[in-house]
């Protein structure tokens, strides 16, 4: 008799031990489940073995699920916690885990016995699910041979250790620096930030104000602090994070070596299989047909955007020269110059904004348009952690359990920047038992904490970071769909998997919506109506200078997967993007390249585009609520219950144009978008 692993990511919980996990348990894990997982695989591909696809399931899926949902926890803690000693748990399993999925998903054995399985048995889920498995294996290698498949497998085993490496040499950049000020070079900046800044020097016995690159602290000492040359010190060091340009003692993190090796390696890639470029193997599993139809979208948003992109700037450079003294604004100046324009023309601040959204309230306000549109209730949960700030809730429905999640908000040392959704655990009707599993979400965000016992604030920009990830958990959580690999996001073309989370933001510009998540930090009193009413009057503000921003990325991406050549240097392709998109050419030291986690050590290479095509999406999705809004503004549930129905329960189980045609009648639009971005020249 075999004695229970006292391993937490061998035991079979029905969540993750996260506060248990240590570093020494990983490869102890992984190995273990790794062997199970190849055990099962030589098991499912005997000639012997059924080619029917609950067979497979039960043996192989049950045994990869495992496997994944251990090596998400220990990926999870990797962005949420890093530490030196998990930090090389980590790079010691991954090529291990690595060649494990490459080799399954490249394995002609058990691509041959996918393609002998009867379609015609299975349900309309499982359809899909195959006819996705079929394309991956393609795209996987499973056709090639000899040479060129132990090629493509090296291939990935390399290009999994750059992104991750990529990923860290952004982390550390970003963590390591620091900057100690004195209050009189701080004038300007919103009292809440200061006070940060001040608790975190004091921690280090410092006298003075510690600023660092992380998002609550660079963007608000960017938008308010009054000295010039403060803002240029920030916006030097931000902006050549991991480059070259960076200062000697960070060269060490110099992501552009790697960046070069991995553009390189992808295109080996599509030329293994057979494509001519990266950008081509991209769109295979996307709603794209084509770079070339990404790239022509891309220019023709770029052309309706310009005019209104051209006239904020010249809005700016006038209040500048006029209000600010600022003759010449550099890079550094810009976002300063906008926060006081805006300031000046609609009458308000994001900082008066600032103290209203107490981050207990905003959910309180978020949970309360997601029951009521959804149909849901929302409730605290109980579950093993991985820090004290996270919360973790349940979603029922009629009493009935239909998801959970992590909410993990704060900015914090060891946690990469930016948010975003990742699943736990799918929806599945389990092969092996016969039980519904129902679906988790991790929802990571990196706000600003609360300081001297008050509740953290948001600023709207973060109230709508929120709304946008809960959007992505909805469409995980509320799926209705029993097959795993089509359940939730699973499944779902990348460029449409973004139209849950920017729907979502919708809401946080309806005042029925937004009246109930607002409460003063000092006298808790509700955000005044006038106060909201000059916030959408400035909704708009800069959306071309905004819009620009984003395709200036999303072009760049495209063009360095498909008509740049990996061998020359990447950075002339940047300058050109940027000559063509752009209205405010950046400085030439601005190295943005180096520090796209996006496209070099996340899943949008050739797919960054994916959120303005969402936009167009969502925007439209969005126009049937504002067509059927109720006469005191509040959206409609019959619509909600439809949009639930059509897009969030179907989940991958069907290609997202029929989901979207399903619930809106017809093929999606662009004019929504420009008209919902104050750039509809009707």
Known sequence: ??????????????????????????????????????????????????????????VLDVRTERLGSAWGAVSHLNSVADSPELRAAYNDALPKVTEFWTRLGADERLYAKYKAVNSALLDNAQQQALKNALRNFVLGGAELQGENKQRYAAIQERMAELSQKFSENALDATDRFSLFVTEEELAGVPEDVKNTARAAAEKEGQSGYKLTLKMPCYLPVMQFAVSSDLRQKLYRAYVTRASDQADTQFSELDNGKLIQEILQLRQEEATLLGYQNFAEVSVATKMADSPAKVIAFLRDLSMRARPFAEKDLQDMRQFAAEHLNLQ??????????????????????????????????????????IETLFEVSIRPDTAPVWHPAVGFYRIERNGQLVGQFYLDPPARAGKRGGAWMDDVRSRWLRPDNGQLQTPVAHLVCNFAEGVDGNPALLTHDDVITLFHEFGHGLHHMLTQVNERDVS??????????????????????????????????????????????????????????????????????????????????FMPVLYKVRAEVAVIQPPEFNRMAHTFSHIFAGGYAAGYYSYKWAEVLSADAYAAFEETAQADGSPSLETGRRYRQAILEAGGSRPALDSFIAFRGREPSINALLKHQGMSTN
């Open 328 to 369: 010449n604004p550099q890079a550094w100046d810009w976002p300063y110059i906008g926060e006081k324009l805006k300031e000046a023309r609609y009458s308000f601040s994001e900082q008066e904004v600032k103290q209203y959204f107490t981050a207990p309230k905003v959910l309180q306000g978020l949970f309360k348009i």
């Open 488 to 569: 939730g996001i699973s499944g779902v073309e990348w460029d449409a998997v973004e139209l849950p989370s920017q729907f979502m933001e919708n809401f946080c510009w309806e005042w029925p919506v937004i009246k109930h998540m607002t409460a003063h930090v000092k006298t808790g009193e509700p955000l005044p109506k006038a106060l909201f009413d000059k916030m959408v009057a400035a909704k708009n503000f800069q959306s071309g200078l905004q819009t620009l921003r984003q395709i200036e990325f999303a072009l760049l991406d495209m063009l360095l997967h498909s008509e740049h050549n990996p061998q020359d240097d």
């Open 1 to 58: 008799m075999t004695m229970p692993s006292t391993n937490p990511l061998l035991q079979t919980t029905d969540l993750p031990l996260f506060d248990q996990i240590k570093p020494e348990h990983v490869n102890a894990a992984v190995d273990q489940l790794l062997s199970a997982a190849s055990d099962a695989l030589e098991q499912v591909t005997q000639d012997a073995f059924p080619a029917e696809w609950q067979a497979i399931a039960k």
